[in-house]
C-alpha cells in the first residue's frame, strides 16, 4: 500500500512533542497523527487521533507506552479520513490494540474495501509532491468489522468534551475534531499550514497557512465552505495533519486571509477537480 519515498521522508524525522497537557502530536515530515488523553490518567481513557503511514505503527507504539505505560491501550482510534498517510498503520494497531475505528459514515466505504477514492491529480502544480501524487496509494483498505460510523450526535468515542465537525471538499466525509472549552482544533486535511504541494515546504516546514493538499482535494467549493466553518468556530489553536500548529492572533489572521482570498490562496488554477 505505501509509497517508498513518502515513507523514507517520514522515517528521517520522526518525532512527537506535547502540543497541550493532553495533546502529543506525532510528526512523521510529511503527515502528523494525535495521542489524546491525559498522561496521568491511568485508566487508559486516550485515543489515537489518525495513524499516518504504514511504516509509522512502530513509533505509535513506542510513544503510546512512554506517555502512558507498559500494554496500554486507547478506547478507540479516529481517522478524520481514509486518505493513505491517515490510515496507513490503522489494521496493525487496531488489531495489536483490538479497538474499533471510527470515521465518518460517508468515508466508511474507503476503509472497509468497498470504493477506492481517485487517482491524485498531478496537474494542480506546487512543486515536486503534486508531481509524484499519482504514485500515491488511492484504493480502499478493509478493517472490517473494527469500522464504526462517527456517532450522529457530534460526539467523539472516547473524547469527552470533543465533538467531530463535518467537513467536507478534500473528501467527502473529511472531519474535523473540536473541543469546544478551549477551542483546540485538530484540522486535520481541511487546510494545511505548510504548502503540501511543494517537496521542499513539506521537509523544511516552513509556516504558510493553505488550504488542502490541492492533488487529492476533490470538492473546492465544499472546501472553501469548509475553511469558513472553521473560521466561524473561532478556534485558538489548531493542529493540523500537514505542518506545524498554529494559535492566537497569527491564527485568526491567516485564516481571515484564507476565507477571504481562498480561490488565489488554495484553488489550483487547473487541474482535473477544478475544471470538472
Not at 55 to 78: C, M, Y
Not at 164 to 192: M, N, Q, S, Y
Not at 235 to 250: K, Y
Request: charged share 20%; with cysteine.
Amino acid at each position: 500500500m505505501g509509497n517508498k519515498l513518502v515513507e523514507g521522508l517520514s522515517a528521517l524525522t520522526t518525532s512527537s512533542r506535547e502540543i497541550t497537557s493532553d495533546i502529543l502530536a506525532l510528526e512523521f515530515t510529511v503527515v502528523n497523527a494525535c495521542i489524546v488523553g491525559d498522561p496521568n490518567d491511568k485508566d487508559d481513557n486516550w485515543v489515537l487521533v489518525d495513524t499516518g503511514l504504514e511504516n509509522s505503527g512502530d513509533f505509535i507504539l513506542q510513544a503510546a507506552k512512554e506517555r502512558f505505560r507498559e500494554n496500554s491501550r486507547p478506547q478507540s482510534i479516529i481517522l478524520t479520513h481514509g486518505h493513505f498517510d491517515h490510515v496507513g498503520s490503522v489494521i496493525t494497531l487496531a488489531n495489536h490494540w483490538d479497538v474499533p475505528v471510527y470515521i465518518h459514515q460517508l468515508e466508511l466505504p474507503y476503509i472497509t474495501g468497498k470504493k477506492d477514492y481517485p487517482l491524485a491529480d498531478p496537474t494542480v502544480g506546487g512543486g515536486m509532491v503534486a508531481k509524484m501524487s499519482p504514485t500515491f496509494p488511492h484504493t480502499s483498505i478493509d478493517v472490517g468489522y473494527r469500522a464504526v460510523a462517527l456517532p450522529s450526535d457530534g460526539s467523539v468515542p472516547g473524547m469527552k468534551g470533543w465533538k467531530w465537525i463535518h467537513t467536507p471538499g478534500h473528501t467527502e466525509g473529511h472531519v474535523c475534531l473540536f473541543r469546544e472549552k478551549d477551542r483546540v482544533l485538530i484540522v486535520g486535511d481541511a487546510f494545511t499550514t505548510v504548502k503540501q504541494e511543494s517537496l521542499m515546504s513539506v521537509i523544511t516546514q516552513k509556516e504558510q497557512i493553505s488550504g488542502p493538499p490541492a492533488y487529492l482535494t476533490t470538492d473546492w467549493e465544499q472546501a472553501e465552505a469548509s475553511v469558513k466553518r472553521i473560521r466561524d468556530l473561532a478556534p485558538s489553536l489548531v493542529i493540523p495533519s500537514h505542518g506545524q500548529p498554529m494559535a492566537g492572533e497569527e491564527l485568526k489572521r491567516h485564516l481571515e486571509l484564507l476565507t477571504q482570498h481562498f480561490e488565489e490562496i488554495a484553488v489550483p488554477e487547473h487541474g482535473r477537480f477544478v475544471d470538472k
